[in-house]
């Protein structure tokens, strides 16, 4: 039997990675999107995405790929997934517009019987409220994991389905889609799968908002929450996957925007939900650690200082930058000297006008008086602390991952600052990694 | 949260200070002063807000391009009428900026408006004053906010310390005043509550940097570093080459519910990068050598 064709409409980080598990799959994919340039780019092998094995798995499944401008070509496919970005303001709230525009373009090319998939986040409500037939109408979620993009979609853990009545079985071609990858579906009516996104995210959000909590708490008291974590993972109500590296609050914009979504709600409808307000305060707080440490240690002191910044993006193997810890760190140090270095983003986005681009990490080390690494790319853990001890001016390292080998650190004489451990331990001894 | 609507630092036209002849006042004035900034000080003296038709006096003072720094207060407002006269004074104020009209307000408030159990405190930390003096600062920023159109400061400044301060409360000043007589200085118990300190001129200071970014919102005036009692003592008595006795005595009352109360001054290192606290041993020296 020929499989039927799935259509991915919106060639985001989202849009792409999907549409290329679906074509390893052996699905044959129809990658839409109304850019006519980023269609062109995309056909010519440029992704403006950076994710581990994605290019490599566009390639050898190219056969199964059909990339088009032109709406009309969807009337093909079968299912239809709608995959663009929703835009967050600064408080995190969704502009939904693009989604709704998205879905008018794609609607009006679509065969009958169609499938339409609302895949990108959308707030409880918004598909239920949708003009599409409700037998072929559904929502999605998606488990996006910037950096392990190509992974998650290709082996996710379950599918969540929102549907108008999840007693009445999905459509054909759009179930044997979804268990041509192997995990189990729930379908469940679309304000819980909605829901579902959110409460996922609140749960990884009330994870991380305790390491950084008991993190912040161990650089006070002699304690190392490094040594911490094995103990929590280990236990079974709590689990191996469990988000307890600490961190600089939340980045990356989706984590927020459903906190911004669950307080909007209650605001509508007077649920309680104090607990999210306290997540919020927690991150704004984490995240201006490196600020913090830097004017402690030397900036105060030292209105002539040079410091160098490693890493742009606001995670490693990802060129994102949306809501990067790094770039709020750099818009608060306008009045000193920056040398800065990305393997990916180029510097020009960190938008400083005393900052200098650098080729190499070490480059950018030249003459600094603190070197702080902000994205712990994997190229990072590699720096022999005593080159850097060489190139610098000063000794210090704010290092708030633990990316560099802290025991070389304290070899080379330098202070070292890093969450979740006090900063005089980290200078003496090295903890254990 | 400061927003600066001036981008760069600019020499403001002319500063009017409401209270220019007080411990804060008198520092921000001499700041300004030594910045070359023109300045029209008010006392009691020129001006009292309790009067009839101090309203109407202000406002004929004020020009449009003025900014303004409210830092007249009955302080601490302990009681009742106390709170009603400063409330009145603040009424004063609102009226003849409202009237007038002018480009800036500075109003120098209190830490005393927030909860106290916000730890560590910041700008966004919840208003709940616990007493009479810090609902009567939280009213007066409200009355201000509610009554002038011109972009309003509140720079809330936590324990001030200073040469000139007239009053004896338990901290740096009692100290110093009880070491320069000689007498042991008299800590509660062991001490050991921590407190932030903050120089009456790092408040002058940052009054400065407000009033040349013509910034709004809220500034919290700490160091960022809390200090307990104990080590206070101790910091004051080596400034008297350690011939002085720190004593324990028993606490005047109960154990204070709030025993330690920390900042967080992210906020300010953003609003103003380059300025300096000043480190509270350092001030204490300088403290002492002008008193």
Not at chain 1, 174 to 187: I, K, S
Not at chain 1, 227 to 251: F, S
Not at chain 2, 138 to 163: D, F, Q, V, W
Not at chain 2, 218 to 245: E, W
Request: glycine fraction near 8%; charge should be neutral.
């Amino acid at each position: 039997m020929t499989a039927p064709v799935i259509g991915f409409a919106g060639m985001t980080h989202l849009g792409i990675n999907s549409a290329a598990a679906a074509a390893a799959h052996g699905y044959p994919t129809v990658w839409f999107d109304p850019d006519r340039t980023l269609v062109g780019r995309l056909e010519s092998g440029e992704f403006p995405v950076v994710e581990p094995g994605l290019m490599e798995l566009a390639k050898v499944h190219r056969e199964r790929i059909s990339f088009t401008s032109d709406a009309m070509a969807l009337r093909r496919c079968a299912v239809v997934y709608i995959a663009c970005d929703v835009p967050t303001d600064e408080r995190g709230d969704s502009d939904l517009s693009s989604v709704r525009r998205l879905i008018d373009t794609v609607s009006a090319g679509l065969a009958r019987d169609a499938v339409l998939v609302v895949l990108c986040q959308v707030p409880p409500g918004f598909t239920r409220a949708l003009d599409w037939p409700v037998a072929q109408r559904y929502y999605q979620v998606e488990t996006l994991v910037f950096g392990r993009a190509v992974e998650r979609a290709l082996h996710p853990e379950r599918f969540i389905v929102g549907c108008a009545d999840p007693a009445i079985p999905l459509p054909g071609p759009y179930r044997g889609f979804l268990e041509a990858f192997g995990c189990p579906v729930l379908p469940m009516r679309y304000e819980s799968a909605e829901l579902a996104k959110i409460a996922i995210n609140c749960c990884l959000v009330a994870s991380v908002t305790v390491a950084n909590t008991l993190a912040g708490l161990s650089e006070h008291i002699g304690a190392d929450w490094n040594e911490i974590v094995p103990a929590l993972c280990l236990d079974r109500r709590i689990g191996h996957h469990a988000y307890l590296a600490p961190g600089l609050g939340l980045a990356g914009g989706n984590l927020e925007r459903d906190m911004a979504t669950v307080l909007r709600l209650a605001g509508e409808t007077g649920a309680e939900t104090g607990l999210i307000r306290a997540f919020m305060a927690n991150s704004r707080h984490r995240r201006d650690w490196a600020l913090r440490t830097l004017h402690r240690e030397l900036l105060t002191a030292n209105p002539d200082s040079v410091v160098a910044v490693l890493g742009l993006a606001y995670k490693e193997n990802t060129d994102s930058t949306r809501n990067s810890p790094s770039l709020a760190l750099i818009r608060h140090l306008k009045p000193w000297r920056l040398r800065i270095h990305d393997p990916v983003v180029p510097a020009r986005a960190a938008d400083h006008p005393r900052a200098v681009a650098c080729a190499s990490p070490l480059e950018a080390a030249a003459q600094a008086d603190a070197l702080v690494v902000m994205t712990p790319w994997p190229e990072y853990k590699g720096l022999a602390p005593a080159e850097l001890a060489r190139a610098m001016r000063g000794r210090i390292i704010v290092d708030p991952y633990r990316v560099l080998d802290t025991g070389a650190v304290a070899a080379a004489g330098f202070s070292y600052f890093t969450l979740g451990v006090s900063p005089s331990r980290a200078a003496r001894k090295a903890p254990h990694a | 949260m400061l927003e600066h609507l001036n981008t760069a630092p600019a020499k403001p036209g002319r500063v009017v200070i409401i209270g220019a002849g007080g411990f804060v006042g008198g520092a921000i004035r001499r700041r300004l002063e030594e910045e070359g900034v023109a300045t029209l000080a008010l006392t009691r003296r020129e001006l009292d807000l309790l009067q009839p038709g101090a309203a109407r006096k202000l406002a004929a003072l004020l020009r449009p391009t003025d900014s303004v720094v409210m830092v007249s207060a009955i302080a601490p407002a302990k009681t009742t009428p106390l709170l009603v006269q400063n409330l009145t004074m603040a009424e004063a104020v609102c009226g003849a900026l409202a009237g007038a009209g002018v480009a800036h307000l500075v109003y120098i408030s209190s830490d005393a408006v927030y909860a106290d159990d916000q730890n560590p405190v910041t700008e966004q930390s919840y208003c709940a004053p616990s007493t009479l003096h810090g609902m009567m600062h939280a009213a007066r920023e409200l009355m201000l906010k509610s009554a002038i159109a011109a972009p309003i400061a509140m720079l809330r400044p936590t324990l001030i310390y200073g040469a000139a301060d007239p009053h004896n409360g338990y901290g740096p000043n009692r100290f110093r005043r009880q070491a320069a007589k000689g007498e042991p200085i008299a800590i509660f118990g062991d001490g050991d509550e921590q407190r932030d300190h903050v120089l009456v001129e790092d408040v002058a200071a940052l009054a400065a940097l407000i009033l040349a970014r013509r910034s709004r919102g809220t500034l919290n005036a700490a160091t960022g570093v809390a200090t307990s009692f104990h080590d206070i003592a101790h910091m004051m008595a080596k400034q008297f080459d350690n011939r002085i006795a720190v004593q324990s005595v028993p606490r005047p009352g109960p154990r204070p519910h709030l025993a330690h109360r920390f900042f967080d001054i992210t906020n300010c290192l953003k609003a103003f990068p380059g300025f300096r606290y000043t480190a509270l041993a350092e001030g204490l020296v300088r403290a002492g050598r002008s008193a």
